[in-house]
C-alpha cells in the first residue's frame, strides 16, 4: 500500500492520450446483447467508453467543477452549449483564445448543442448553420452538433416534414464545416411519426461530408415527452429510429439523463446519454435514484445512499445553506448516475440487461405501461420501421445464456428466449428414424413433467422407459417456459430457470401444450404424459438402455447443428451416421466424434455447440462456396435450414487469419444473412476456401458497416 493510499489521497487520473488519426470518429463494439452494446468510440481526447452519460455543464453555472467530474467520478466525456458560448463575450474570446478544454477545465472528450434546444426554449437563436459549426471547431470541440431543426411531438405533419427535410438540408454543409478534427452530431427529428423518424435516419445516415459523415446520432425532440413521462412514445421514437440509422454509428438520446430510463434504453439500443438533471434536480432538493426521484422533505432516513450521503441524515442536509445543500445533492445525483450506467454495462456483459429493464420498469406506472408495449411489439411485431427494428433486435441476440435465468411473468417476451423459441419452431424437425432402427413415422407425444434439471438426472429413466414401451415415441419437457425437445435438455436458458418448486411440478394446461405441439409441428400425434423418474441403469429401457442413450444423445446433436448451425436434419443425420461420444463425470457428452474423428463438443455453460476444425472442415464440404459479398446486399435466405453460416474474408487478411488471427471489421467482404451472434461460423475466401472457423461476434448487418473491432472470434486456422 502506497503513503497516498494509507492517507486516503485518491491518485490523480491521468490526462487521456489522443486516438490515432487512422481511428478517429470510428466506433467499436466490444460486447453485444441483441440491441444492447458496450462500445468504444475513438475521439482527439480519448476513448468514450459506451453505454455512458455526458453530464451537461453550464459554463456560467458549475455546480460540480469538470476536473472533479473527471477525478472524483471518472466522467470521461461532457457536453456544454456552444451556443451560450458564442453569444457570451467572457466566454467565447477565452474558448477562441484557448479552447473550450481550456475553459472548462476538463481534458476529456468536449461534446457541443448547437443551440437547437434553445430554439425549442426561447424561439430563434441568432447564429447561422454553418457559423455555428465553424466556431465549434474552432474551439475544439471533439464532437460538435449541427444546428438542426427542433420536432416538438405537438407540431403538425407538415411542420415536422420540414423539420426532417431542413435538417437534411442543412447537414452537408455542416458537415464540410467540421473540418478533419471535429467529429459531428447528426440529429433525428420527425416527431410522433414512424415513417419520419425511419425517414431522417435514414437521410442522416447516408450522408458523406468531404472528410467523413456524422460520428453520431442523436434522437431529437424527445425532452416535451420526458417531462410529461411519455415514455411510451419515447421508446416508439427510438425503435423508429433505429431500423434505418447505420449500426455503426452510436445513439444519443439527446436530453435523456435519468437513471429510471437507462436499463430499458440501453437494452434497445441507446450508446449515449447527456443530462443536466443531477443539478436541476438538487436545486429542487430531489434526489435520483435507480427507481425514480424521491423529494428531500419526505425523508427521515436515506432510501438510497452514496458516499456523498454517508456522513449526513436527512434533517442536517435540510438545514444547510441553499447553495452548500445543492451541491450536496447534485453530487449525490451523479453519484448514483454513474452508478446505475455501472450496473447496466456489467447486465450487458453477463447477458441480463433485460433482465434489468423489467425490474426497473416496475417502478414506475408510466414505464411499465411503456415496457409492456414494447413486449407486445417483440410477440407480435407489425409491419414498418417499429417492427423491423424489433425483429432485428430479437435476430440480433444470443439465443442462449451460459448464467441462470430469472423467473418473472415477462420471462416469455425477453428477445434471447423470443429468438431461441423461434429457431425451435423453424428448424427442429421430429426425428426420421428410431433406436430400433425403423424408420416409419411417430406413433406418439410423451411429455416428462415434474422435475427440475438436470433432466439427464431426473427424467432420464422415464425417457429411456417411454421409448422401450414404444421406439417410435417424441420425447418432449415440460419447462416453466414450455415444451422442448429432451435432445436439449441441457440447453439454457431452458435448463437454468431459477424458479419456485412449484413451477418445476406443474403441469401446463391443454392449451399451453396444444400451442406447443402446435409451433413443433407434432399436434397430430396422440399423447402421454410421464412423471420423470431418474436413470436406475439396471432396469430402465432392459437391455437396450444403451442403445437408446446412445439414440438420444445423436438426435441431440442433430438438433444442435439444425437450431444452432442451420444445418439440415438429413445432412446433420448423415454427418452422425457413425457417431460416437465421450462423456464427464456428471455425464454430460463432452466430446463428439464422427467416424473416430473428434468433430464438436456441446458447450457447458450454454449446451450450444462448439466445433474443432474437423468438425469446420466436415460442415464446410456441405456448401464449399462463398456468400454474397455485400455489395450485393445482405439477402436473408427463404430456406429453414440455410446451411452452415459463412463470412467472406478479403484476401488480404487471409494469411493471418488461416494461422488462428481473429477476423477484424472492415476485412469482411460479405456475410450469411443468418449468422447469429455468439454462435459458430465458418470463414471462407471468395473462393470459397475454408480459412478458418469461430464464433460470431457481430451479425451481417453489424459487419457490412463497421470497420472496427473484432467481426469473428476465430477458433482454429484452416491455413496453418
Not at 363 to 386: D, I, N, T, Y
Not at 565 to 576: R, T
Not at 697 to 705: I, K, L, P, V
Request: glycine share 8%; charged share 25%; proline share 6%.
Amino acid at each position: 500500500m502506497t503513503e497516498g493510499h494509507r492517507r486516503g489521497v485518491v491518485n490523480k487520473r491521468p490526462d487521456p492520450d489522443p486516438c490515432r488519426d487512422q481511428d478517429l470518429g470510428k466506433f467499436e463494439v466490444t460486447v453485444r446483447d441483441g440491441a444492447a452494446r458496450l462500445g468504444k468510440l475513438y475521439t482527439k481526447h480519448g476513448v468514450l467508453e459506451t453505454p455512458m452519460l455526458l453530464p451537461v455543464i453550464n459554463p456560467n453555472i458549475r455546480t460540480i467543477e469538470p476536473r472533479e467530474m473527471w477525478e472524483k467520478y471518472r466522467v470521461s466525456g461532457l457536453i456544454t452549449n456552444s451556443y451560450v458560448t458564442w453569444k457570451h463575450e467572457k466566454l467565447r474570446e477565452p474558448a477562441l483564445k484557448d479552447g473550450i478544454h481550456s475553459l472548462l477545465d476538463f481534458p476529456g472528450v468536449i461534446v457541443t448543442d448547437s443551440g437547437t434546444f434553445q430554439s425549442y426554449v426561447y424561439g430563434d437563436v441568432e447564429v447561422g448553420v454553418e457559423e455555428i459549426v465553424d466556431f465549434q471547431q474552432k474551439i475544439g470541440v471533439d464532437i460538435g452538433t449541427m444546428l438542426d431543426v427542433f420536432g416538438r411531438p405537438d407540431m403538425s405533419r407538415e411542420e415536422l416534414e420540414h423539420a426532417v427535410e431542413e435538417t437534411a438540408n442543412r447537414a452537408l454543409d455542416s458537415l464540410n464545416a467540421a473540418g478533419e478534427e471535429m467529429l459531428l452530431n447528426g440529429p433525428v427529428q420527425g416527431g410522433l411519426h414512424d415513417d419520419l423518424r425511419a425517414q431522417a435516419g435514414l437521410l442522416m445516415g447516408e450522408l458523406e461530408g468531404e472528410n467523413r459523415g456524422f460520428a453520431v446520432h442523436p434522437i431529437g425532440g424527445i425532452v416535451p415527452l420526458m417531462e410529461k413521462q411519455r415514455y411510451l412514445e419515447l421508446f416508439r421514437i427510438l425503435l423508429a429510429a433505429r431500423s434505418t440509422i447505420p449500426p455503426n454509428r452510436p445513439i444519443h438520446m439527446f436530453g435523456c439523463g435519468h437513471p429510471i430510463l437507462f436499463p430499458l434504453c440501453i437494452a434497445l439500443g441507446v450508446d449515449l446519454f447527456d443530462s443536466a438533471a443531477y443539478a436541476l434536480f438538487a436545486r429542487d432538493d430531489r434526489l435520483l435514484t435507480p427507481t425514480g426521484t424521491v423529494k428531500l422533505g419526505d425523508l427521515n432516513e436515506w432510501t438510497h445512499n452514496s458516499s456523498t450521503l454517508f456522513q449526513h441524515t436527512p434533517s442536517e442536509v435540510r438545514e444547510m445553506e441553499k447553495e452548500q445543500r445543492s451541491t450536496l445533492l447534485a453530487h449525490h445525483n451523479l453519484e448514483v448516475t454513474q452508478a446505475e450506467l455501472a450496473r447496466c454495462r456489467e447486465a450487458v456483459r453477463n447477458g441480463t440487461i433485460w433482465q434489468l429493464a423489467e425490474q426497473r420498469s416496475h417502478a414506475s406506472a408510466k414505464l411499465r405501461e411503456a415496457f409492456e408495449w414494447v413486449l407486445e411489439q417483440m410477440e407480435e411485431p407489425a409491419e414498418g420501421p417499429v417492427g423491423e427494428s424489433v425483429l432485428r433486435t430479437i435476430a440480433s441476440t444470443n439465443p442462449v445464456r451460459g448464467t441462470a435465468e430469472q423467473f418473472s411473468d415477462d420471462i416469455d417476451s425477453r428477445p434471447h428466449l423470443l429468438h431461441l423459441n423461434a429457431l425451435l419452431a423453424m428448424r427442429w424437425r421430429r426425428p426420421g428414424s428410431w433406436w430400433d432402427g425403423s424408420d416409419e413415422k411417430a406413433e406418439r407425444v410423451g411429455i416428462l413433467s415434474g422435475a427440475e434439471p438436470p433432466w439427464r438426472d431426473s427424467a432420464l429413466g422415464s425417457a429411456v422407459s417411454a421409448l422401450a414401451e414404444e421406439p417410435r415415441s417424441i420425447l418432449l419437457i415440460s419447462t416453466p417456459v414450455g415444451l422442448i425437445p429432451f435432445t436439449l435438455e441441457d440447453v439454457s436458458p431452458w435448463c437454468h430457470v431459477e424458479c419456485s418448486d412449484e413451477l418445476w411440478e406443474m403441469i401446463l394446461d391443454e392449451d399451453e401444450i396444444d400451442t406447443w405441439l402446435e409451433d413443433l409441428g407434432i399436434s397430430d400425434l396422440p399423447l402421454d404424459i410421464h412423471l420423470c423418474q431418474p436413470d436406475p441403469q439396471s432396469v430402465a429401457g432392459g437391455g437396450n438402455r444403451d442403445k437408446i442413450r446412445d439414440w438420444i444423445d445423436r438426435c441431440a446433436i442433430v438438433d444442435k447443428l439444425s437450431l444452432f448451425c442451420g444445418i439440415s436434419p438429413s445432412e446433420a443425420c448423415k454427418l452422425s451416421a457413425e457417431m460416437t461420444s465421450r462423456r464427464s463425470r456428471t455425464d454430460r457428452m463432452v466430446n463428439v466424434n464422427f467416424a473416430d474423428v473428434h468433430c464438436l463438443s456441446p458447450r457447458l455453460p450454454d449446451g450450444a455447440l462448439s466445433l474443432t476444425l474437423a468438425g469446420a472442415e466436415r460442415l464446410h464440404t456441405l456448401n464449399p462456396s462463398a456468400p454474397s459479398s455485400f455489395e450485393e446486399g445482405v439477402v436473408a435466405s427463404d430456406l429453414d435450414h440455410p446451411g452452415m453460416p459463412r463470412v467472406l474474408l478479403m484476401d488480404d487478411a487471409i494469411p493471418f487469419v488461416g494461422k488462428g488471427r481473429n477476423v477484424i471489421h472492415g476485412f469482411v467482404l460479405g456475410a450469411d444473412a443468418h449468422i447469429i451472434s455468439g454462435q459458430p461460423c465458418l470463414v471462407v475466401s471468395s473462393k470459397g476456401e475454408l480459412v478458418a472457423h469461430g464464433i460470431a461476434n457481430a451479425t451481417a448487418d453489424d459487419m457490412a458497416f463497421f470497420d472496427k473491432g473484432i467481426a469473428v472470434k476465430v477458433r482454429d486456422g484452416a491455413m496453418k
